[in-house]
DNA sequence: AAGAGGATGAACT
DNA sequence: GTTCATCCTCTTG
């Protein structure tokens, strides 16, 4: 389990860097299942029109995102993808960090299931709505904290090194709206890696 | 109280 | 490449 100091770190596109090549773990029910992470974004308020915390407005969907680094921020899209994001920075410093996919790893039997695929393919884990989904990961764990030992949700440290050649930047995804916001290179994603989501 | 729109994915052509 | 499912959150009145 990743420590505090991790997560609390100020600046949210070094964390969303770091936690590229990290484990997301879920275990709900008994069923560890887990991925490696591949792909993520870094969202930044109060001066990200993309992030929902933009110009530090508080609302209840965002409040945890005010919280100190460490916690699940899980929000609904489109009303039917539940994405799954990493809460960073000091309490106060609503920055969060997306995870838009992850290669398959523990369980992935079970990650199939949920998903209802009968074999391994890209599209299990690829994109965040699709990882949350194979992970088991649902609005209702918004909040949880990642730190906490009987937390169903962590991140781990598999001794796994990403170096900075190995990480490739572009404009984020799906977020057209926001401006002069939406060209900054705060997408990443391993080199080489086939499990990313595609490109848009 | 009502309406618009979204950090997507799947199934089409 | 295009369409559309589907519902919560936020804004407006």
């Known amino acids: ?115 209802s695929l009968s074999r391994l393919e890209r599209k299990l884990t690829a994109g965040p709505g699709a990882l949350s989904q194979a992970l088991g990961i649902s609005t209702g764990h918004s909040g949880l904290s990642l730190l906490d030992p009987t937390s169903n949700i962590w991140i781990e440290d598999r001794g796994e090194v990403v170096i900075e050649e190995n990480i490739v930047a572009s404009p984020r995804v799906g977020v057209g709206f926001a401006g002069a916001c939406a060209v900054w290179p705060w997408r990443f994603r391993i080199a080489g890696s086939s499990w990313t989501s595609p490109a848009r």
């Open 1 to 115: 389990m990743l420590p505090v100091h991790f997560y609390t770190r100020p600046d949210v596109v070094q964390v969303a860097k770091d936690l590229l090549g990290k484990y997301l773990v879920t275990s709900f029910d008994g069923q560890l299942t887990a991925g490696k992470i591949v792909e993520t974004e870094a969202y930044r308020a109060p001066d990200d029109r993309a992030c929902h915390a933009f110009g530090n407005r508080r609302t209840a969907r965002t409040e945890v995102m005010f919280q100190e680094g460490g916690r699940a921020y899980v929000y609904l899209c489109y009303g039917i993808h539940h994405l799954f994001n990493v809460v960073t920075g000091p309490e106060d410093m609503a920055h969060a960090v997306l995870v838009r996919a992850v290669q398959p790893i523990d369980n992935v039997d079970i990650m199939l299931e949920r998903r």
